[in-house]
């Protein structure tokens, strides 16, 4: 066997060494291996490559479906796991006879965190995840990448880099934000360790990569002080009691990005609201074309169990129609970009018609074929009202949550940094502080603020109960605890609004369909009084209106 060809098998497998039955006896950089070593080195190799062969398969499923994907997986962590387990019984010979190297274990924990974060991704279970950051932790800890740079290759180099991104990703939907500082710190230096040495053409897109975490991070608490962040860890409630915590972890970065989120729920079986709920099935797609996001739609709709419920999320820069008046809400009234890519043929096609049109807006119309089956939508844009009069044409529950379209001079700037309305419905109390510019609280008080938060919640509960005007869609999503909960925050963000004397407008509240009773609900004395008293507590009360003071009436 000549040099080159070892090089090329070592390029191709990445096993550091490969040993044939028939060598060449001048080749003595190899050495010389008894049966059980060999045996043992070809063991490895042989799991090595079936692992890269299943992993690499992954990427042929689709991302969207529930069924498919399942058995693969399972037999992809099978191999995986055989594969670690080996290792670390052999790691000696694998080190002595192989030339095993720390980088090649580091690419295998990598590989198991990522199937463990898609496991995660494709059940909820936030189990998974913390076993992905598990691994990746340990990466980091063990140095495995370490010496990549000595390798002279780039490829190394990138692996390194993506490691980097995906545990900082990891860590997010973890909130462990001051790790995610620390890994943002240290992948800053490698991008640039690692474009000072090669000048690769990607060195745009690693900086760009690098510029939105820090913008995603910088949102999410930018004016939070550290004291609150460890404050807010303290206090949070564990992801299997409130599941907001896994739907919304994906903030919008800033200038709303699209986020859409379709996901089902499966509601109570058997009428016993006591049994666990299983977790949602969901896709987070970010900047998805149309097609794309028709696509897992489609999926979605099509595996929704019988007691199931399509939820939607959006959250994207409107596109408003130049028509001011349309005969079709379905379409004549914008939407949302969901992606600013434009198609050349349709450039060229709408242009010769004398007209632009977003190729990759979703309008209202588009959803029209998905309320075949229970829907529950929340927009979070510019254009929000867009979507307010989506039609029950087959009879199911439709409800929309949308966010307001304009917020007052003195919070644009946070506005567009932070989409206040989906941090109403994420974290109602640290949405109040925001709105009274309060970045500071001490756990005591933050306790305190909590109960009266956790009693604003059951007094809404008991007036959607009580309710006579409450239209039918409602009480046929109230059963679900999540929707119930992202309901009884809506009321909370539109109060909260309507009396803070900053904003000022229909266009500054936000709005729903079908309405809300506005006297049984939305302007309920009780319901103002408590948020009355949060403001006194938190000693803001001059912020807000009293009843009865003024234009207190939004548009619902």
């Known amino acids: 066997m000549t040099m080159q060809q070892r090089k090329d098998c070592q390029f191709k497998s990445e096993c550091g060494r490969c040993y044939h039955n028939k060598m060449s006896t001048s080749d003595v950089s190899l050495p010389v291996l008894d049966e059980n070593e060999k045996k043992i080195v070809n063991e490895f190799c042989h799991l090595l490559e079936k692992s890269k062969q299943l992993f690499n398969g992954l990427r042929d499923l689709p991302q969207y479906g529930h069924k498919q994907w399942q058995s693969y997986f399972g037999r992809t962590f099978d191999v995986y796991t055989k594969l670690w387990k080996f290792q670390q019984q052999h790691r000696q010979i694998l080190d002595s006879k192989y030339g095993l190297k720390r980088w090649q274990i580091g690419e295998v924990a990598s590989k198991i965190g990522q199937l463990y974060y898609h496991y995660y991704l494709r059940t909820s279970e936030t189990n998974y995840l913390n076993e992905s950051f598990n691994f990746y932790s340990a990466i980091r800890q063990r140095g495995y990448y370490s010496r990549a740079s000595k390798e002279e290759r780039p490829d190394l180099m990138v692996k390194k880099l993506r490691f980097y991104a995906r545990f900082i990703l990891v860590c997010l939907l973890l909130k462990k934000m001051k790790l995610v500082k620390d890994l943002e710190r240290d992948l800053g230096k490698q991008i640039d360790d690692y474009t000072s040495t090669y000048q690769p053409e990607d060195q745009s897109e690693w900086k760009t990569v690098l510029s939105e975490i820090r913008e995603f991070e910088d949102l999410k608490y930018s004016e939070l002080t550290l004291d609150m962040f460890r404050m807010l860890q303290t206090l949070e409630r564990e992801p299997q009691e409130d599941l907001s915590n896994q739907i919304y972890d994906a903030s919008p970065a800033p200038g709303r990005p699209p986020y859409l989120l379709p996901s089902y729920m499966k509601k109570e079986e058997n009428g016993d609201r006591n049994n666990r709920r299983e977790n949602p099935h969901k896709y987070l797609l970010y900047k998805p074309t149309y097609s794309q996001l028709n696509t897992f739609l489609a999926s979605g709709f099509k595996e929704l169990p019988p007691t199931g419920i399509i939820l939607l999320y959006i959250s994207a820069d409107g596109s408003p129609s130049s028509m001011k008046h349309g005969d079709d809400p379905a379409y004549d009234l914008g939407?949302?970009?969901?992606?600013?890519?434009?198609?050349?043929?349709?450039?060229?096609?709408?242009?010769?018609?004398?007209?632009?049109?977003?190729?990759?807006?979703?309008?209202?119309?588009?959803?029209?074929?998905?309320?075949?089956?229970?829907?529950?939508?929340?927009?979070?844009?510019?254009?929000?009202?867009?979507?307010?009069?989506?039609?029950?044409?087959?009879?199911?529950?439709?409800?929309?949550?949308?966010?307001?379209?304009?917020?007052?001079?003195?919070?644009?700037?946070?506005?567009?940094?932070?989409?206040?309305?989906?941090?109403?419905?994420?974290?109602?109390?640290?949405?109040?502080?925001?709105?009274?510019?309060?970045?500071?609280?001490?756990?005591?008080?933050?306790?305190?603020?909590?109960?009266?938060?956790?009693?604003?919640?059951?007094?809404?509960?008991?007036?959607?109960?009580?309710?006579?005007?409450?239209?039918?869609?409602?009480?046929?999503?109230?059963?679900?605890?999540?929707?119930?909960?992202?309901?009884?925050?809506?009321?909370?963000?539109?109060?909260?609004?309507?009396?803070?004397?900053?904003?000022?407008?229909?266009?500054?509240?936000?709005?729903?369909?079908?309405?809300?009773p506005t006297d049984e609900i939305l302007e309920h004395p009780v319901l103002y009084k408590v948020v009355l008293d949060l403001s006194t507590l938190v000693d803001n009360r001059t912020l807000f209106a009293e009843p009865g003071e003024g234009d207190l009436h939004g548009a619902t």
């Open 335 to 516: 939407g949302v970009v969901t992606n600013a890519r434009r198609e050349g043929e349709e450039i060229i096609r709408t242009k010769k018609l004398g007209h632009l049109k977003e190729v990759h807006c979703l309008h209202p119309g588009d959803l029209y074929p998905y309320t075949r089956k229970p829907l529950f939508v929340i927009v979070d844009s510019d254009n929000s009202s867009s979507f307010q009069n989506i039609p029950n044409l087959f009879g199911q529950p439709v409800v929309c949550l949308l966010s307001p379209e304009r917020a007052p001079p003195t919070m644009q700037d946070k506005h567009r940094r932070g989409n206040l309305f989906t941090m109403f419905l994420h974290d109602p109390l640290m949405a109040f502080c925001y709105v009274c510019n309060i970045y500071e609280v001490p756990v005591d008080l933050w306790d305190k603020c909590t109960g009266i938060i956790d009693k604003f919640m059951s007094e809404a509960s008991k007036l959607f109960s009580r309710s006579k005007k409450l239209d039918n869609m409602y009480i046929q999503f109230i059963g679900d605890d999540f929707l119930r909960l992202l309901m009884l925050r809506f009321v909370f963000c539109y109060i909260v609004l309507i009396l803070h004397r900053g904003f000022k407008g229909p266009n500054f509240y936000p709005t729903c369909s079908p309405l809300l």
